[in-house]
């Protein structure tokens, strides 16, 4: 079975404090089915990779958000893979296409809206911190009274 990328939309990049994952989602998205020139009801899935949505927006089901944005409310599946999260995203939607499951499928993701230092800690969680702690010194957090922190 062969499979084609009929459409795609990138958002800006950037430090994008004034639009929160949703909105992006919902650009995303709907840049993505308009370039591809299909109806919103022809999206049968959606695959959201994301690694810390929960941590950077404190917004855990970002499949539904995403579903929420098309009438049809087509499933939804997040994917967590650390760094990895879109390259994983990327696979699951081409196999489910060439399983001939689904026909048509869209994908989203986001990163940033916190301070560096907590964007730091947020990354921090994708290292194995039992191995990792004593050479990979940014994982720690540093106080003024010389305490540290991961």
């Known amino acids: 079975m062969k499979i084609t990328i009929a459409g795609h939309y990138a958002t ?51 499949g539904a958000l995403v579903s929420e944005l098309f009438a049809h409310n087509p499933p939804a599946l997040r994917i967590e893979g650390a760094c990895a999260s879109g390259s ?20 989203a993701e986001k990163m940033t809206d916190t301070t560096a230092a907590a964007t730091t800690k947020i990354l921090s969680g994708a290292a194995d911190i039992d191995r990792e702690y004593g050479i990979s010194s940014f994982l720690k957090t540093s106080h003024s009274d010389g305490s540290s922190e991961i």
């Open 12 to 62: 800006r990049f950037g430090e994008l404090w004034g639009m929160s994952l949703a909105s992006l989602f919902e650009e995303a998205a709907y840049g993505a089915v308009s370039n591809a020139k299909i109806d919103y009801g022809d999206v049968e899935a959606i695959f959201v990779a994301n690694k810390a949505g929960g941590l950077f927006e404190g917004q855990l089901h970002l």
């Open 88 to 107: 994983l995203a990327a696979i699951a939607a081409e196999q489910s296409l060439l399983s001939g499951r689904y026909k048509t499928v869209v994908g």
